[in-house]
């Protein structure tokens, strides 16, 4: 029986502690006692504090890899966040040099082809949105892959942790001083799982709102709507450009007929009558010249000079006349003549004739032909009469000297040749600039009059004052809005407000409910504890007891034989007294077992009790968590109604934005055309601009209000992820109260409910995975249908773009041609200026010749009684 009842007791310590040093200590104590007890708990104190020093350091070693983990999946998300910010940066580079190469050609682009090009740009963002989309979703795809990896890395290690160090101690009463050790095991333990469980948690909600956004109809129908609106946006900012650059091309040419009809022909006509009186001149001073016989034919040549000079005048200036009627200096420059004035009167009727009858019908090409050939053939007949007129001279000259010899000096001979030389060629010159009058500018088919300029004045009025009352109402709505936005905000930061003193409720809430836990848990392993030690006490006593008995069964036995040798007559006495002193041992025994079962079963009945209260508390926070839910979710419906307003008071002051800018590039173009076509509308102009700078204020606080209204919807992004974690914090703790029913119920052989459960997902995941194969499929249509029309686009601005190719190089012709023909001018002054200058000096040697003339004179007078003599000379 000792044998067997020993036994017994190595079993039970083996299975309560699973090792064997311990149930050898247990042995050693049996056979030592005290002594051997004290040494046990001693080791076992050691044992326990190495065991508790591997433990921390794992979890150091716990945390830094959990840091590591989450540093990793910071940069991930950085990097992606950086990715799609380029992306989105390269989207609105692309976006604005096509608008920039539109407005750049959009000088002769009609209006109808606007909207194409809008609706091509709109789908091109469409397509980079959609793969943008993709990306983020691979991208998400491989961070949660990666991420439910390194937790189910961590679960491991910590498990491999737990396995290798789980040896707990159990001892009988004088071993209670390892309890606090294992509660601070057991809390190192908890707060380990606690951090994974917040990591998972945390991963799991990011992924969601993540997917959330990217798979919600809300968020795509969104999108859609921003497209379409700047769709819309950018075609009226291109017809309001295209109809701006058309209004300024049309003004600037009004602009420029009038300012050549109004400078540039009175210019020309004065420069044509000064160079008639210096052609006059010049024929004068030819005919003061000192050759008597040859005088004549001078005169005559320079009348014919005169003649042909008149007939080019007479083919120009009819034209002019007819533009511009009411100036008297063409006129009187037409009657001047020197004796043949019959013939000029005829051939100027007959020009004139001619101009009235022929030049109404013809073209501006036709009439730029008719005046150069006519331009040609005078300069041919001016050059051939010139030269007959100089060789005649010259053949005269030759006779008169080899008649009467060389009677004045060499050197006055070279000083007229000189001049004789330098006046045909300053008379040549002035012709080639009167016949340079073929640049004069046409104007008479593309002049206006007057009136039809204050007709367009009273219009640019009428349009400014519209444009006005438009700003002043826009300014209204503007300020409406700004109010709205005020109001927005006030309301937001109430609602920010509250939520966070909905945070702190939840962050109380949250560490009761933990507090709660660590007391459960704290009650539960001393609970185990006690019970376990009671049982190892009740069974140490009875072993004690039952070798008390058997101690005292060989004792009574040792005596009761020395008695029976002794005395054989007193033996039965003396048996029948051991007898009842066993009878009543074993009596004592059942008594002392009875009152230690009976201590024990109170004790257990006080402990369920206090299980009993913990529960009702457990319940009571169960009701609190359940009525604080339902406030949130009230809550966060609101919050969702109040974002769909600021994303619709957002829409509203966009819109005002974008129509208040228009109007302020409407009045910066009208005041340009107002200060192109008159001085008189100055103060006009002024108004304008301080209205441009107010609504540059304005446009300045709406951009502030924006960005406000941004920042305010960025606070709420951030918040609703934290309540949406708060959310799912109490779902969990719900979650772990359910499995400890669920634990509860298994005990109780309840599987029927989970089966159902099981069911039910299954059959919502059949559901969801159905709609999502249907969303593939209409994706896949919607993006066929976007390349389709994306190159449909393609092709219509590539025609558009041929289209301006041609424009441009129109335009750049016409540009050069103005730059010629400027160049030409300032040529033709610069001659003129050359010639004034020649025409001073020449003043200067007319001046000389004047005074060799009256010495001429002087010897004649002198001479004239000879001279008589001679018949030749009279």
């Known amino acids: 029986l000792y044998i067997m009842e020993t036994e017994e007791v190595m079993e039970s310590v083996r299975v309560s502690d699973n090792g064997d040093n311990l149930s050898r200590d247990l042995l050693g104590q049996l056979g030592m006692g005290e002594n051997g007890s004290e040494n046990l708990g001693d080791c076992l104190v050691e044992e326990m504090d190495l065991y508790l020093d591997d433990i921390n350091d794992r979890l150091m070693i716990s945390r830094m890899v959990s840091d590591?983990?989450?540093?990793?999946?910071?940069?991930?998300?950085?990097?992606?966040?950086?990715?799609?910010?380029?992306?989105?940066?390269?989207?609105?580079?692309?976006?604005?040099?096509?608008?920039?190469?539109?407005?750049?050609?959009?000088?002769?682009?009609?209006?109808?082809?606007?909207?194409?090009?809008?609706?091509?740009?709109?789908?091109?963002?469409?397509?980079?949105?959609?793969?943008?989309?993709?990306?983020?979703?691979?991208?998400?795809?491989?961070?949660?892959?990666?991420?439910?990896?390194q937790f189910l890395r961590l679960r491991k290690e910590i498990d491999g942790i737990r396995g290798s160090g789980a040896i707990r101690r159990i001892g009988s009463g004088s071993e209670m001083v390892g309890l606090g050790g294992i509660l601070k095991e057991t809390e190192s333990w908890v707060g380990v799982d606690r951090t994974v469980d917040r990591l998972k948690m945390i991963m799991d909600i990011m992924c969601k709102t993540v997917d959330d956004i990217l798979l919600s109809k809300t968020s795509l129908c969104e999108w859609q709507q921003e497209q379409e609106f700047q769709r819309e946006l950018e075609a009226m900012v291109m017809r309001s450009a295209l109809r701006s650059i058309e209004e300024e091309l049309k003004e600037r040419l009004w602009d420029q007929n009038v300012h050549c009809c109004d400078?540039?022909?009175?210019?020309?006509?004065?420069?044509?009558?000064?160079?008639?009186?210096?052609?006059?001149?010049?024929?004068?001073?030819?005919?003061?010249?000192?050759?008597?016989?040859?005088g004549q034919l001078v005169s005559h040549g320079s009348g014919d000079l005169d003649h042909t000079h008149r007939k080019t005048l007479s083919n120009h200036t009819p034209i002019s006349t007819s533009r511009w009627e009411g100036n008297g200096k063409v006129d009187k420059s037409k009657t001047d003549d020197d004796g043949n004035g019959k013939v000029d009167k005829s051939k100027t009727g007959d020009t004139e004739h001619f101009d009235a009858l022929q030049l109404k019908h013809m073209s501006n090409k036709e009439l730029v032909d008719l005046s150069n050939n006519t331009i040609a053939k005078m300069k041919r007949d001016h050059e051939c009469a010139v030269q007959k007129m100089t060789e005649e001279i010259f053949k005269l000259k030759a006779e008169y000297l080899k008649e009467k010899g060389s009677s004045l000096p060499h050197r006055k001979e070279k000083e007229f040749e000189v001049l004789r030389k330098k006046i045909p060629e300053v008379i040549s010159k002035l012709d080639d600039i009167l016949v340079d009058n073929e640049k004069f500018p046409d104007f008479s088919n593309s002049g206006e009059s007057p009136s039809s300029l204050k007709d367009r004045l009273d219009g640019l009025l009428s349009e400014n004052h519209q444009l006005r009352d438009s700003l002043i109402n826009k300014e209204n709505e503007v300020r409406c809005l700004s109010s709205r936005v005020s109001d927005a905000a006030e309301n937001i930061l109430q609602r920010s407000l509250a939520e966070a003193n909905l945070q702190n409720l939840i962050g109380n809430l949250n560490a009761a409910v933990e507090d709660v836990?660590?007391?459960?848990?704290?009650?539960?392993?001393?609970?185990?504890?006690?019970?376990?030690?009671?049982?190892?006490?009740?069974?140490?006593?009875?072993?004690?007891?039952?070798?008390?008995?058997?101690?005292?069964?060989?004792?009574?036995?040792?005596?009761?034989?020395?008695?029976?040798?002794?005395?054989?007559?007193?033996?039965?006495?003396?048996?029948?007294?051991?007898?009842?002193?066993?009878?009543?041992?074993?009596?004592?025994?059942?008594?002392?077992?009875?009152?230690?079962?009976?201590?024990?079963?109170?004790?257990?009945?006080?402990?369920?009790?206090?299980?009993?209260?913990?529960?009702?508390?457990?319940?009571?926070?169960?009701?609190?968590?359940?009525?604080?839910?339902?406030?949130?979710?009230?809550?966060?419906?609101?919050?969702?109604?109040?974002?769909?307003?600021?994303?619709?008071?957002?829409?509203?002051?966009?819109?005002?934005?974008i129509l208040a800018m228009q109007a302020s590039a409407a009045l910066t173009k009208e005041r340009e055309q107002l200060e192109l076509s008159s001085q008189e509308l100055n103060t006009l102009r002024y108004d304008a601009s301080q209205r441009s700078k107010e609504l540059e204020s304005v446009k300045s606080k709406l951009l502030k209000a924006v960005q406000e209204i941004e920042v305010d919807r960025l606070e709420l992004s951030s918040l609703n992820p934290k309540l949406e974690q708060a959310m799912k914090e109490l779902k969990e703790a719900e979650k772990q109260r359910q499995l400890v029913v669920a634990l509860t119920q298994e005990r109780q052989n309840d599987l029927l409910s989970f089966k159902a459960k099981e069911d039910e997902f299954r059959k919502q995941m059949d559901a969801i995975i159905v709609f999502v194969n249907w969303l593939l499929k209409s994706f896949a249509n919607f993006e066929c249908r976007v390349a389709e029309n994306i190159n449909a686009n393609n092709s219509r601005l590539e025609h558009s773009r041929s289209q301006l190719s041609s424009l441009m190089k129109k335009a750049n012709t016409l540009r050069r041609t103005g730059l010629l023909y400027k160049q030409k001018l300032e040529r033709r002054y610069c001659d003129l200026q050359l010639a004034e200058s020649e025409v001073d000096l020449l003043g200067d040697e007319v001046d000389s010749l004047f005074s060799l003339l009256e010495k001429i004179y002087i010897a004649l007078d002198h001479y004239s009684s000879i001279l008589q003599h001679y018949p030749g000379v009279r």
């Open 263 to 294: 400078g540039q022909g009175v210019k020309w006509v004065e420069k044509f009558n000064e160079i008639l009186s210096l052609h006059k001149q010049l024929d004068a001073i030819l005919k003061l010249l000192p050759n008597p016989e040859a």
């Open 517 to 657: 836990r660590m007391e459960v848990s704290v009650t539960e392993d001393v609970f185990k504890c006690v019970f376990r030690e009671l049982s190892s006490q009740i069974k140490c006593n009875n072993v004690e007891s039952q070798m008390e008995l058997i101690i005292m069964q060989g004792i009574y036995e040792i005596v009761f034989r020395e008695a029976t040798l002794g005395a054989e007559i007193t033996g039965k006495c003396e048996t029948e007294n051991s007898d009842l002193e066993t009878t009543i041992v074993q009596g004592l025994s059942e008594v002392i077992l009875r009152e230690t079962i009976k201590d024990t079963e109170q004790e257990l009945k006080k402990l369920y009790r206090l299980c009993s209260v913990a529960k009702d508390n457990e319940v009571s926070l169960q009701k609190k968590i359940l009525k604080l839910e339902n406030g949130l979710i009230s809550e966060v419906k609101e919050k969702e109604k109040f974002r769909e307003e600021v994303v619709l008071l957002k829409k509203s002051v966009q819109e005002k934005e």
């Open 68 to 149: 590591s983990v989450i540093k990793g999946m910071v940069n991930a998300v950085e990097e992606e966040a950086a990715e799609k910010i380029a992306a989105k940066e390269l989207e609105k580079t692309n976006l604005k040099e096509s608008l920039d190469f539109l407005h750049v050609g959009s000088n002769n682009i009609d209006v109808k082809n606007e909207p194409e090009s809008s609706k091509s740009e709109q789908f091109m963002s469409f397509s980079y949105g959609s793969v943008g989309h993709d990306k983020m979703r691979e991208s998400l795809h491989s961070l949660r892959t990666v991420s439910t990896e």
